[in-house]
């Protein structure tokens, strides 16, 4: 297996196969000679590390493109065509899948191999190789999204994922951008849009902050290059979400503007309710 950019989640990929799967022979390339030394100074993770795409995926019969998805196309294109008859199988770990599948699916077709999206629910506002977990796949929702090519190999992929302790589904690409705008994109927009409303307001109140607001705009620290790709992909099914937030905003401020209470009462027992239906939720706390 060959994954190609092994920052927090291909990096991740490379410490859970080494515990799940030790026997599988891993390279890795990277763009960076540093992300290079880096990989070949914690041994036993890789058996080759290379800044030559061509070397690192030699003799692989599963790669994993895990960079921004802007780069994928110009990545896969620099490769040379795989052996006749290999049946490499190349997969991402992306988090917008619609365009992914239209770009990816005739680049890799071409050099003879077979592409298949799958999107791991799993990460952290954190990024680079010195924060990858191999457990950070255990639990975790990840989603395949076959096109409409070949896809005889799903199972292969499908046990790949759950042997690093994925709960694995399937959905077309275009559904799963539609539901992951509102429980991943929007999430992170409505973060961020809150720490610059805020921080910009008063940047002396986050002495007084508590973990309320810590939680709510933690994923605004992720790197604001990959989130910027992963908008403006997925830019349709975001902004159709976000309207649909406007209104539920209104909705808060109209109760407020004409002081409600039993408006606020019922939306925030609403809200309880529902966020209640999560997995694992607990209930929240001031602050």
């Known amino acids: 297996m060959a994954v190609l950019a092994p920052g927090l989640i291909g990096g991740s990929l490379l410490r859970a196969l080494r515990v799940h799967s030790p026997e599988t022979s891993l390279s890795a390339w990277a763009r960076r000679p540093e992300a290079v030394e880096e990989l070949?100074?914690?041994?036993?993770?890789?058996?080759?590390?290379?800044t030559v795409i061509d070397e690192a995926i030699e003799g692989a019969d599963c790669l994993v493109l895990a960079m921004p998805t802007g780069h994928m196309a110009s990545v896969v294109a620099r490769m040379s065509s795989f052996p006749i008859g290999?049946?490499?199988?190349?997969?991402?770990?992306?988090?917008?899948k619609a365009p992914v599948v239209r770009g990816i699916e005739p680049?890799?077709?071409?050099?003879g191999g077979v592409f298949i999206g799958s999107h791991p629910m799993a990460g952290?506002?954190?990024?680079?190789?010195?924060?990858?977990?191999?457990?950070?796949?255990?639990?975790?929702?990840?989603?395949?999204?076959?096109?409409?090519?070949?896809?005889?190999?799903?199972?292969?992929?499908e046990a790949f994922w759950t042997?690093?302790?994925?709960?694995?589904?399937?959905?077309?690409?275009?559904?799963?951008?539609?539901l992951i705008a509102g429980i991943s994109h929007l999430p992170h927009l409505v973060a961020a849009a809150l720490a610059r409303s805020v921080l910009t307001w008063e940047p002396g109140a986050v002495s007084l902050s508590g973990g309320g607001f810590r939680d709510t705009t933690r994923v605004a620290g992720?790197?604001?290059?990959?989130?910027a790709d992963i908008l403006a992909d997925n830019r349709e099914a975001v902004s159709s979400r976000l309207s649909a937030y406007l209104s539920e905003l209104q909705a808060w401020k109209d109760a407020l503007d004409t002081c409600e209470r039993d408006?606020?009462?019922?939306?925030?027992s609403e809200a309880r309710?529902?966020?209640?239906?999560?997995?694992?939720?607990?209930?929240?706390?001031n602050g």
């Open 273 to 285: 309710r529902l966020r209640s239906t999560l997995p694992g939720a607990a209930t929240g706390a």
């Open 163 to 178: 042997r690093l302790g994925g709960v694995v589904s399937q959905l077309s690409p275009e559904r799963h951008d539609e």
């Open 222 to 227: 992720g790197p604001e290059e990959m989130w």
């Open 86 to 96: 290999s049946r490499v199988l190349v997969t991402d770990v992306g988090s917008v």
């Open 263 to 268: 408006r606020l009462r019922d939306l925030l």
């Open 124 to 157: 952290s506002e954190k990024k680079g190789l010195s924060h990858a977990d191999a457990g950070l796949f255990q639990g975790a929702a990840v989603v395949l999204t076959p096109g409409d090519g070949e896809s005889d190999l799903l199972p292969r992929l």
């Open 40 to 50: 070949r100074a914690e041994p036993g993770l890789v058996d080759l590390a290379s």
């Open 107 to 111: 680049l890799v077709r071409e050099r």
